[in-house]
Nanobody, 115 residues
Framework: QVQLVESGGGLVQAGGSLRLSCAAS????????MGWYRQAPGRQRELVAA???????DYADSVKGRFTISTDNAKNTIYLQMNTLKPEDTAVYYC?????????WGQGTQVTVSS
């Protein structure tokens, strides 16, 4: 089992920055991959960024150059640094972990970007 707890969402103006955190209940070395997804009202959940245990990263085209995913292994935590935020980034952001072919989700954190 992996429990995930997100934090760091909020309201920000366009062009601003936020950093999301996701704390895992076990060592992230034991997790195959972790990532961030988001879901806007009326839209499907989509991948934002992911990182594997080998530190390979993947980003949605819409966030490349603006968002950065990173890890703090000592804290069993991953981060999503979001810069130059746009109104279209408004969504609930979910932390995701894959371990032993099982998928785990956090409760989600709201990010709202005002124009």
């Amino acid at each position: 089992q992996v429990q995930l707890v997100e934090s760091g969402g909020g309201l920000v103006q366009a062009g601003g920055s936020l950093r999301l955190s996701c704390a895992a209940s076990r060592s992230i070395f034991s997790i195959n991959s972790m990532g961030w997804y988001r879901q806007a009202p009326g839209r499907q959940r989509e991948l934002v960024a992911a990182i594997t245990s080998g530190s390979s990263t993947d980003y949605a085209d819409s966030v490349k150059g603006r968002f950065t995913i990173s890890t703090d292994n000592a804290k069993n935590t991953i981060y999503l640094q979001m810069n130059t935020l746009k109104p279209e980034d408004t969504a609930v952001y979910y932390c995701n972990a894959v371990r032993l072919e099982r998928i785990y989700w956090g409760q989600g954190t709201q990010v709202t970007v005002s124009s």
